[in-house]
């Protein structure tokens, strides 16, 4: 049972668009919330991270947004590139786990030229 | 720059053969992390281990055991392989503390049992 639910499994947006992914979690022991993003025969590498005591953190165009009163937080892709065609995996840390993430499903981005 | 890697990129198998898959990673990082990647199903946990010698079970252990004598690797041994291990097979490390915030992966090795 995957205890973080990400939405949607695949998305397609057009240049300059924004892409949109959610993810939920019902620990609330869960502090730390990265995003991942992984290209085609690659693994994944770390993209940007929230913890909950803040309710947006932005890093370029990526944003992510966290409710934590709703148990949800989402990655905005702003501006998106072809080059931002890749996995997105949100996942979420419970501090002294030995680093043991739980991964969300996963979305597949594809980006229009 | 930070490093792990994988035996192999790709293998192939045969149904009941023993296999392994090994992972280096040269951040003297204690953790280290095997996971299945599938479509649709994400990065499931196999098994973990926080130091030498330890390892815990993740979500989907059945089938398989590791290994850590070093520090540095961590094997991955499908004892008898079967056509429902074809997978991706990912392997991460990340430090202690704060460091054990960002896993870092290796490249990943595909599976495929025939």
């Known amino acids: 049972q995957q205890q973080v639910k990400q939405s949607p499994q695949s998305l397609i947006v057009q240049k300059g668009g924004i892409s949109i992914i959610n993810c939920a979690y019902e620990n609330t022991a869960f502090d730390y919330f990265p995003w991942y993003q992984q290209f085609p025969g690659k693994g994944p590498a770390l993209l940007i991270a929230?913890?909950?005591?803040?309710s947006e953190k932005k890093e370029g165009r990526f944003t992510i947004s966290f409710n934590k009163s709703a148990k949800q937080f989402s990655l905005h892709i702003m501006d998106s590139q072809p080059g931002d065609s890749a996995t997105y995996f949100c996942a979420a840390l419970k501090t002294d786990s030995w680093g043991k993430l739980q991964f969300g499903a996963g979305t597949q981005v594809v980006v229009t030229p | 720059d930070v490093k792990v890697t994988q035996s192999s990129r790709y293998l192939v198998k045969r149904t009941g053969e023993k296999v392994f898959l090994e992972c280096v990673q040269d951040m003297d990082h204690e953790n280290m992390f095997w996971y299945r990647q599938d479509p649709g199903l994400g990065l499931r946990l196999i098994y973990f281990?926080?130091?030498?010698?330890?390892?815990e079970k993740g979500d989907i252990p059945e089938g398989y055991s590791v290994s850590r004598e070093k520090k540095e690797r961590f094997s991955l041994i499908l004892e008898s392989a079967s056509t429902n291990q074809t997978s991706m097979y990912l392997c991460?490390?990340?430090?202690?503390?704060?460091?054990?915030?960002?896993?870092?992966f290796g490249p990943g090795t595909r599976l495929l049992v025939l």
């Open positions: 991460a490390s990340s430090g202690q503390g704060l460091s054990q915030e960002t896993q870092y």
């Open positions: 281990s926080y130091d030498v010698k330890m390892k």
């Open positions: 929230i913890r909950p005591d803040v």
